[in-house]
């Protein structure tokens, strides 16, 4: 089975543009998360799903950000505009709901914003 | 509130046994999980402890402590390839994953 898919794994961007990350989960899981890791602040939640629903996005920077799971197989975070502190690696990461301690995480999207 | 602590790395030698520690203080609590990220790449789960005591896998072993808020996962014959970041994370009460700031593991020759 694939692990979890996300596109692209680099972007590279200017200030002010807008940027979307996709996300394919495993297929089977029913929670999804996104997170952003920089070296500064480390891995941060940004907002998880569960059965296509938002759970928690307690962790969304600010409204630049939002995020859409419209199907179990598929989700995207949005930012715009984006902006240079947006700058980091960011991760989507899938699990069984009843099991969000073993969560798989896909290979990240390195976001540079110019 | 809740909290996470962790070294910010360890230094250990091919062969030998390291362990590194996670100390947290929470609220709600239902477990202890740990990852390893290698540089580059994603994080990987190893091991949970949802209970008092000890689990192993292979080289790696993970124990937790509820009375003492504490767990640490033990390396064993260590290898070159463990050079990597290793997270602890504990499941609050939401069943939503709390992360420490990460242990960098290096490892000499």
């Known amino acids: ?114 | 509130g809740q909290s996470l602590e962790q070294p910010s790395e360890v230094t250990a030698v091919e062969g030998a046994i390291v362990q590194i520690n996670c100390t947290y203080q929470t609220s709600g609590f239902y477990g202890l999980s740990w990852y390893q990220q290698h540089d580059g790449g994603a994080p990987t789960f190893l091991s949970y402890n949802g209970l008092d005591g000890l689990e192993e896998t292979g080289r790696f072993s993970s124990f937790l402590s509820r009375s003492d808020s504490y767990g640490y996962l033990l390396l064993q014959e260590l290898q070159m390839k463990d050079s990597a970041s290793y997270f602890c994370a504990f499941m609050d009460s939401n069943y939503q994953l709390i992360w420490g700031a990460g242990t960098k593991l290096i490892i000499k020759p």
Not at chain 1, 21 to 27: A, G, Y
Not at chain 1, 42 to 60: C, K, W
Request: charged share 20%; with cysteine; aromatic share 10%.
């Open chain 1, 1 to 114: 089975d694939a692990g979890v898919i996300q596109s692209p794994r680099h972007e590279v961007t200017e200030m002010g543009q807008e940027v979307t990350l996709r996300c394919k989960p495993i297929s089977g899981h029913n929670s999804l998360f996104w997170y952003r890791q920089t070296m500064m602040r480390g891995l941060e939640l940004l907002i998880y799903f569960n059965n296509n629903v938002p759970i928690d996005d307690s962790g969304m920077p600010e409204d630049r950000f939002s995020a859409k799971m419209p199907n179990a197989s598929f989700s995207t975070l949005k930012i715009q505009p984006s902006e240079p502190r947006d700058s980091a690696v960011y991760f989507c990461a899938s699990s069984f709901q009843d099991r969000t301690e073993t969560q798989y995480f896909g290979p990240g999207t390195r976001l540079l914003v110019l």
